[in-house]
């Protein structure tokens, strides 16, 4: 979410266009019908773009009648996708929504575009008051030191990903089922195919198995930052028992009154505070938390690698083994405690 506004701040500032506060996108499972003002705080936002790009609550009434003309910009990459295909479309229609791009290519940005970006993702965007006070309350509240686990084995997640697991609880399976759709797992070779690109989250047993291979002491605190319908935690948290959630820290009230992307703004926070901060996956959030502490210098946040891991045990890897080839794959990034934790939009000046 964050990561999308952010490269929609560049583009419209590519395109000289004025930018209309986003809506989020309606997601039944994730209990979602947050909206940007219940996330962010609007006035901040507007006031520390002034310069960068025009930004407005609301559509004039001569154009907010009509729908937007949609442009598919999913394969967009650069500046010249952006002026070429995107601002015809734009002058013709006035007022244009955008899908956005599935990968950016920042760097090749003009400087005033960079510049853009990098206000919107660094210094524009804040919690609203309320959000930000419950943050630091939360964060207050986990034991110190911790790591933030950004944890991803929900049910919608999983089935999306296409892989096939074995040994998991009938009730996970179960809700997968439900959560595929027409999203049929893959079989056969092209599974293990699959499997070994990378492309299957890990579980917790495995993420648990991943951290004894680094090390890291099964009495550390750790805050699980995940999204609802978590399933098999068992598996991690038999073997690291201090583990702490938004549900057990917050009171019912506060928890149960919450949209996905409140959730998400929490997790969030704690994580870009945290002492360390690791993720079973490189997701929109993991990658805006990560350049966020980099930004922070905040240089202890590290990805698990998926496609390590299933090459090992595809080589019949196990026990003893298994964990030095992990500990191996991970050493560098582990060591220089930065994994892939680089500035996301490149920032080559000060703002």
């Not at 999308?4 to 266009?17: K, P, Y």
């Not at 299957?200 to 319908?229: K, R, V």
Request: glycine content about 6%.
């Amino acid at each position: 979410m964050r990561r999308d506004f952010c490269d929609g701040v560049g583009v419209a500032r590519l395109l000289n266009a004025t930018l209309v506060l986003p809506k989020f996108e309606v997601a039944a499972y994730w209990n979602e019908s947050s909206d940007f003002a219940d996330i962010f705080d609007v006035d901040y936002f507007i006031q520390h773009m002034d310069g960068f790009v025009k930004v407005v609550k609301e559509l004039p009434p001569e154009i907010s009648s009509k729908e937007p003309f949609h442009v598919d910009c999913s394969k967009r990459k650069g500046q010249f996708d952006y002026v070429e295909s995107v601002l015809p479309v734009l002058l013709e229609h006035k007022y244009i929504s955008l899908t956005p791009a599935m990968s950016q290519r920042r760097d090749r940005y003009p400087r005033f575009a960079k510049a853009a970006l990098c206000q919107a993702c660094y210094g524009a965007l804040r919690l609203t008051r309320s959000l930000q006070k419950k943050a630091a309350e939360l964060l207050e509240a986990i034991p110190k030191p911790f790591l933030s686990l950004h944890l991803r084995f929900e049910p919608d997640m999983v089935a999306y990903s296409q892989c096939e697991y074995r040994g998991l609880s009938p009730t996970s399976m179960q809700v997968i089922e439900a959560a595929r759709g027409d999203r049929k797992p893959w079989t056969g070779e092209v599974a293990g195919i699959w499997r070994r690109r990378g492309k299957c989250p890990l579980t917790p047993n495995e993420t648990a198995l991943i951290l004894q291979a680094l090390s890291i002491p099964t009495s550390t605190n750790i805050y699980l930052a995940a999204g609802d319908g978590l399933m098999e935690i068992e598996g991690f948290t038999s073997v690291y028992t201090n583990v702490v959630t938004k549900s057990a820290l917050l009171t019912g009230e506060d928890f149960t009154r919450m949209h996905g992307n409140t959730k998400a703004a929490l997790d969030y926070y704690v994580s870009i505070n945290s002492d360390s901060y690791m993720a079973t996956y490189f997701g929109n959030m993991d990658k805006m938390v990560a350049a966020m502490r980099a930004f922070k210098g905040l240089y202890k946040t590290l990805f698990l690698s998926r496609k390590a891991f299933a090459e090992f045990t595809y080589q019949g890897l196990e026990g003893k083994e298994l964990m030095q080839a992990l500990w191996k794959v991970h050493r560098d990034d582990f060591l220089m405690g930065r994994g892939s934790a680089l500035p996301d939009c490149f920032c080559e000046f000060k703002l």
